[in-house]
């Protein structure tokens, strides 16, 4: 009985817009966003928002779909931003002034190739019997 009334109550919620009216006031909430323009509307498909964070989150996922711009001339880098490929330049440009005597590894910084020298000095307990492979790591022999 609870329900029929519902039928023979008058519609509490009326749009002013269009004829739509409801009983329940999120189903008169839910259709008002449907006359609301959209603040945000993308440029590159057809979508929406009146989010503006939702539509910053929407507008980057192009930015990977687009071809990249700018490419690196030493490598295969390549993006969309300047600034990302001047910062990636960087690493090209490093002097490798500290080299190991030992094998061909360079690098920019004393503490790195010092570490790197590390690698080379540990001692080696497990040796193979058959060949001259050695390892300090069990795990490996």
């Not at 023979?8 to 009983?23: G, P």
């Not at 929406?48 to 880098?77: G, I």
């Not at 993006?79 to 690098?107: M, P, Q, V, W, Y």
């Amino acid at each position: 009985e609870k329900h029929l009334l519902v039928h023979r109550l008058a519609k509490a919620f009326k749009c002013d817009i269009c004829d739509y009216a409801s009983h329940y006031r999120h189903k008169f909430q839910s259709h008002l966003l449907t006359h609301k323009v959209s603040n945000f509307t993308c440029k590159v498909c057809d979508y929406e928002t009146n989010h503006k964070y939702k539509f910053e989150k929407h507008v980057s996922t192009h930015q990977w779909s687009r071809p990249a711009n700018f490419k690196c001339a030493v490598c295969d880098f390549a993006t969309n931003i300047k600034g990302r490929l001047e910062s990636h330049s960087l690493t090209h440009n490093l002097s490798r002034d500290f080299k190991c005597n030992i094998c061909n590894f360079a690098t920019n910084r004393q503490s790195t190739l010092k570490a790197h020298h590390l690698t080379h000095n540990v001692a080696k307990d497990f040796k193979c019997d058959i060949c001259d492979y050695a390892t300090h790591m069990k795990v490996n022999f």
